[in-house]
């Protein structure tokens, strides 16, 4: 069984959107997303077009970040518990808190980049993005 097969069996919505890049039903596709999303909450994706090297890659980039002591996690911390850029530590969010309920917060972490195509490509890989603010 393929994965994306256990997903839809599951009840979890699954959306090619080659329509959607290659142009031939775009509407249809942003109509089918945003319906996943208010339905579900969240859907797999196909034929988004990206190789898989490169999704190999970032999922290594990301593991190895998240491996790091918590010392070097949170030396991209955002300020202020601002969540759109940085590192999110555990305890930062309680989704079930945003609805009412006392419950303990969430056991996730995250780390959350700006616009990437603000950042200037000729920019070395060192420290951080004056435009996006991205390490």
Do not use: W
């Not at 997903?7 to 290659?22: K, M, N, S, V, W």
């Not at 089918?32 to 969240?42: I, M």
């Not at 079930?96 to 890989?125: H, I, K, M, S």
Request: aromatic fraction near 8%; glycine fraction near 8%; charge should be negative.
């Amino acid at each position: 069984m393929s994965p994306v097969s256990s997903f839809e069996q599951a009840g979890i919505p699954c959306l090619d959107l080659t329509p959607f890049r290659e142009g031939t039903d775009p509407l249809g596709v942003a109509k089918a997303f945003g319906a996943a999303l208010e339905e579900v909450g969240f859907v797999v994706i196909t034929g988004h077009g990206i190789p898989e090297a490169i999704i190999q890659t970032a999922y290594e980039r990301a593991r190895a970040f998240f491996d790091l002591p918590l010392e070097q996690k949170m030396e991209v911390v955002t300020p202020d518990r601002v969540k759109n850029q940085g590192y999110l530590p555990i305890g930062i969010e309680s989704v079930a808190a945003t609805r009412g309920a006392e419950v303990p917060y969430d056991l996730c972490e995250a780390l959350v980049f700006n616009d990437l195509f603000r950042e200037d490509p000729q920019r070395p890989q060192a420290g951080v993005d004056p435009d996006s603010g991205n390490l």
